[in-house]
């Protein structure tokens, strides 16, 4: 499963790169495309093309289910700030900051080393609270950090 996963993934990932960022599928011709359920595809969209990764996911109900997949572009999306804000508003796990992290650092708008502070800073073991505080306080200073990184 985790195979037929990786190579939608990347077929979609190129899809959106030859589409300058926004890329409308249909589930159904994907599906039949890999051979493999519909409910497939969604797995792939729902783990794969996060918000916490740099995508947003539309969908449309009928006419064939079409799902519109955006790549958010950090750097330039003028939206940035109330995104940020959206994604961030209620608490974050501490992986998924993490792989909010390793997004800022694909992009380039982080350095390695810049990431490996921000990492140490919002880490469970950094953020001396209640366990059932720490992902708000994390979201917090996360949304801080990224909205300076936007600015």
Do not use: W
């Given at each position: 499963?985790?195979?037929i996963?990786?190579?939608i993934e990347r077929?979609?990932?190129e899809l959106i790169q030859e589409a300058d960022g926004v890329v409308e599928i249909q589930r159904n011709e994907l599906a039949s495309k890999f051979e493999c359920a519909p409910s497939q595809i969604n797995y792939v969209l729902s783990t794969r093309f996060?918000?916490?990764?740099g995508y947003y996911i539309e969908s449309r109900?009928?006419?064939g289910g079409y799902?519109?997949?955006i790549k958010?572009?950090?750097q330039s999306d003028l939206h940035m700030e109330s995104i940020i804000r959206d994604v961030l508003?209620?608490?974050i796990t501490e992986m998924k900051a993490y792989e909010v992290i390793g997004v800022l650092l694909e992009e380039g708008i982080i350095t390695k080393r810049e990431s490996k502070i921000i990492k140490a800073s919002i880490s469970d073991r950094a953020l001396n609270c209640m366990q059932s505080e720490k992902n708000s306080i994390r979201a917090s200073i996360l949304r801080n950090v990224m909205l300076i990184l936007v600015n």
């Amino acid at each position: 499963m985790s195979a037929i996963s990786n190579i939608i993934e990347r077929f979609l990932k190129e899809l959106i790169q030859e589409a300058d960022g926004v890329v409308e599928i249909q589930r159904n011709e994907l599906a039949s495309k890999f051979e493999c359920a519909p409910s497939q595809i969604n797995y792939v969209l729902s783990t794969r093309f996060t918000p916490y990764k740099g995508y947003y996911i539309e969908s449309r109900r009928g006419g064939g289910g079409y799902i519109k997949i955006i790549k958010v572009n950090l750097q330039s999306d003028l939206h940035m700030e109330s995104i940020i804000r959206d994604v961030l508003s209620d608490g974050i796990t501490e992986m998924k900051a993490y792989e909010v992290i390793g997004v800022l650092l694909e992009e380039g708008i982080i350095t390695k080393r810049e990431s490996k502070i921000i990492k140490a800073s919002i880490s469970d073991r950094a953020l001396n609270c209640m366990q059932s505080e720490k992902n708000s306080i994390r979201a917090s200073i996360l949304r801080n950090v990224m909205l300076i990184l936007v600015n």
